[in-house]
């Protein structure tokens, strides 16, 4: 079928918008997240291309997270599989050279706030409809030490005890007034928006931008890189918990049953 990740680089502008197309919900499997990584690794070995746009090509949804169904029923192997996939998707978002602009047009929970953490910039359209937020504890699961300081670094301690511990999802106006959200826009304006600040990202000389982004987020990225290997391990260990195992079928039975 048609690839999930749409990507479009605008040589003349050096931006690129990169849509995640797979519905219903753009959740992240191992299939998604290795072609994701994939675009964003080719965006970021091409000189042409300065800046990314991650937005969504599915109406309503920014992303709804991690594939549940991927962390449900599997072996171990493959567990770790998808894990180093998910670490691999935040290194280089979080990392990237490129000036990154998440225009989240729709609901962003768990792994879909992280993409946008991950970003530079945070555009959201303003329908009340849309939630974004780390919701893992709602699902008797925990945001990894990794998920948890991309929130901090960006809404503050305070704001970060109250979103992780309660699994918080926000509407819109909330997420814009802790930070969680740079600005809101009226759906309609969102990619254009997103092109306007990305020009002013792209004013700056890159180096120097780069160089700035790098100071801030290194200690953050470089805990992960340091730990990679262990966080696969913890994850695998909490996630294959019979209790966890539980939690987790109840919360997708939970999602299904909402529609009936
Ligand atoms: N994974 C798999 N399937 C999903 C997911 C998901 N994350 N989200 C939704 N689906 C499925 C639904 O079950 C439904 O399936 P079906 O059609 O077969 O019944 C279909 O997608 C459509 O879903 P909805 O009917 O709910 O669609 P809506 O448009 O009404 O709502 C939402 C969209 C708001 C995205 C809603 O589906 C939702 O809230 N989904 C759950 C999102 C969520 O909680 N994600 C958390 C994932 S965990 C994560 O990302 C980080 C984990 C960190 C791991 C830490 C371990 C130590």
Not at 25 to 51: I, Y
Not at 67 to 87: C, H, K, N, P, Y
Not at 115 to 129: G, V
Not at 134 to 158: C, M, Q, S, Y
Request: hydrophobic letters at 45%; a positive charge; charged letters at 25%.
């Amino acid at each position: 079928g048609a690839s999930p990740v749409l990507v479009e680089l605008d040589e003349r502008a050096g931006v690129a918008v990169v849509r995640l197309q797979q519905p219903p919900v753009n959740g992240l499997s191992l299939a998604l997240l290795t072609e994701l990584c994939l675009a964003l690794q080719k965006l970021e070995d091409r000189r042409a291309c300065r800046g990314l746009v991650l937005t969504s090509a599915v109406p309503g949804i920014f992303s709804a997270g991690l594939d549940i169904t991927e962390m449900f029923g599997r072996s171990e192997e493959r567990l770790g599989e998808f894990w180093r996939a998910v670490q691999q998707l935040w290194i280089l978002l979080y990392g990237s050279r490129l000036a990154t602009v998440a225009a989240v047009n729709g609901s962003s929970p768990a792994g879909g706030c992280l993409m946008a953490l991950s970003c530079d910039y945070r555009i959201m359209a303003d329908n009340p409809k849309y939630k974004i937020g780390l919701n893992e504890t709602r699902l008797g699961i925990v945001a990894p030490f990794w998920f948890k300081d991309a929130l901090l670094n960006t809404v503050g301690h305070r704001a970060a005890e109250r979103s992780l511990q309660l699994g918080l999802l926000y509407s819109p106006q909330e997420a814009f007034k802790i930070g969680l959200v740079d600005e809101l826009v009226p759906e309609e304006k969102i990619q254009a928006r997103a092109a306007e600040v990305m020009a002013q990202w792209l004013a700056i000389p890159d180096h120097a931008r780069q160089l700035s982004k790098s100071a801030l987020r290194k200690q953050t990225l470089d805990h992960l890189l340091m730990h990679r290997e262990a966080d696969i391990q913890d994850f695998v260990r909490f996630i294959s918990r019979d209790a966890i195992q539980k939690s987790l079928q109840k919360y997708m039975e939970m999602l299904k049953q909402k529609k009936a």
